[in-house]
């Protein structure tokens, strides 16, 4: 049975830093590319972050560049999203994501396997 639990989620103000974790099992991770999405109420799911199984190749959303960083772990099967510098606009449901294939993709429809989703709110 494959599971993707993210983690990390909370309530934090504008300026604060957060770090999401999702733990992959049922695969084998090392051979996955791995993505960050976000979906806010009314909105579609956009794409944040990628990294490839390579653990080299790295991809961020425009809005994001700069503030948050991929990065994975593959002894432990886990990929993280460290979020710096959040602000109330990054309030979203956020998301980790699984990828076959050879070519890692910021197309949410490309991947294969999607956790549950972890809350990040961003108020004063």
């Known amino acids: 049975q494959v599971q993707l639990v993210e983690s990390g989620g909370g309530l934090v103000q504008p300026g604060d830093s957060l770090r999401l974790s999702c733990i992959e099992s049922?695969?084998?991770?090392?051979?996955?590319?791995m993505g960050w999405f976000r979906q806010s109420p009314g909105k579609e799911r956009e794409f944040v972050a990628y990294?490839?199984?390579?653990?080299?190749?790295?991809g961020y959303a425009e809005s994001v560049k700069g503030r948050f960083t991929i990065s994975r772990d593959n002894a432990k099967n886990t990929v993280y999203l460290q979020m710096n510098d959040l602000q109330p606009e990054d309030t979203a449901v956020y998301y980790c994501?699984?990828?076959?294939?050879?070519?890692?993709?910021?197309?949410?429809?490309?991947?294969?396997?999607w956790g549950q989703g972890t809350q990040v709110t961003v108020s004063s």
């Open positions: 990294i490839a199984r390579n653990s080299i190749n790295t």
């Open positions: 994501a699984a990828q076959f294939g050879s070519v890692v993709s910021r197309a949410k429809n490309r991947y294969d396997y």
């Open positions: 049922g695969l084998t991770f090392s051979g996955l590319h």
